[in-house]
């Protein structure tokens, strides 16, 4: 049996294989700062893309989707702010995407949630 960390990178592994099928080029992974992690940063059609990777082996206690609660997208947000500021870049357009996996089927889902004003 995996360990939580071995688990999530799995995930993270399929997610990266994933997205780049779909054409999306990989910038960061893992990256962190003092309000938390964000699980791939990603350009896409113009897009800087801040991606939560999501997996769950069993549908027990919901999909892999239903897992990001309003607490886990704020601090997604914030980090992703932290982000834009750092590297100077809040000209360009962003979005939040989520690559939900439950046992064999992946889903991206493109404008998961949207940062309120």
Known sequence: MLSKREEGKEGEDIAIQTLK???????????????????IIAEEDGYLVFVEVKKRNSTAFG????????RKKQHIIRSAMFYLKDNKCFQRKIRFDVVGIDQDQVK??????????
């Open 21 to 39: 099928k779909e054409g999306y080029r990989i910038l960061e992974r893992n990256y962190r700062n003092l309000f938390g992690e964000i699980d």
């Open 63 to 70: 999909g892999s989707l239903m897992a990001i609660d309003e």
């Open 108 to 117: 991206v889902v493109k404008h998961a949630f949207i940062m309120e004003q």
